[in-house]
């Protein structure tokens, strides 16, 4: 009963993610056929609630690597987790910064990653995994991410820009005391360079373990 109750929620978590990464990247791409350059704009508006929904829901793969349904390592996936979350936040309180073409490359990015790391997992939870999956996964996922990472510092960045000159020291918050916005995106910058330079790290000798491992299964 365990087993069929984990396997139906593995199964469904990552079908979840499946499809709704898939009707991200078609929404985006209908819209960029049919508007142009004019869909960049409000790319926000028309696919945010999802892609946060998807973001948000990421925090419960921290509990997979915990408790072992998923194998990966939890470093990686903990500091991706918080940085898009944080990034979400960041443009969900800036409305200024949600029309502006680089969050359409972000969510562009975010998405391709899920598109890579999904689908196989799928076949994982089914039981029949797929080398070249598994070989599009470890491989492709690496360079994506450090594009993904480039564009949430050039988003940042665009975010601290905006409210040097628009002359805002503040930003009105949800909580009781006031915070220095710029400040803590210039850290979140530091933060995110050193964090995604550990994570490139791990994610390539996650990389050549999982792949050493699989071609191990071929040579028995």
Not at 136 to 156: H, K, S, W
Not at 169 to 196: C, E, W
Request: hydrophobic share 50%; aromatic share 14%; net charge positive.
């Amino acid at each position: 009963m365990w087993f069929t109750a984990r396997f139906l929620y593995v199964f469904t978590y990552n079908m979840f993610q499946f499809c709704a990464h898939t009707w991200i990247l078609a929404n985006m791409t209908v819209r960029f056929l049919m508007f142009g350059r004019d869909a960049l704009a409000d790319t926000f508006y028309s696919i945010g609630v999802v892609m946060s929904l998807c973001q948000l829901f990421t925090v419960l793969e921290l509990f997979h690597i915990a408790d072992g349904i998923d194998k990966s390592w939890i470093l990686p996936r903990l500091f991706q987790v918080v940085e898009r979350n944080l990034l979400l936040f960041t443009i969900v309180m800036m409305e200024e910064i949600q029309s502006k073409p680089v969050v359409c490359a972000q969510f562009f990015l975010w998405n391709i990653l899920g598109l890579l790391r999904y689908p196989q997992e799928l076949l994982c939870v089914m039981g029949s995994p797929s080398l070249n999956m598994l070989w599009n996964r470890y491989t492709l996922y690496v360079p994506t991410y450090i594009l993904a990472a480039v564009t949430e510092g050039v988003t940042v960045y665009q975010a601290v820009n905006h409210l040097e000159k628009a002359g805002r020291g503040r930003l009105q918050l949800p909580i009781s005391s006031p915070n220095r916005v710029p400040i803590l995106l210039k850290t979140y910058l530091i933060i995110l360079a050193v964090g995604a330079t550990v994570t490139v790290w791990q994610l390539v000798k996650e990389r050549q373990q999982r792949l050493e491992k699989w071609n191990k299964k071929l040579k028995k």
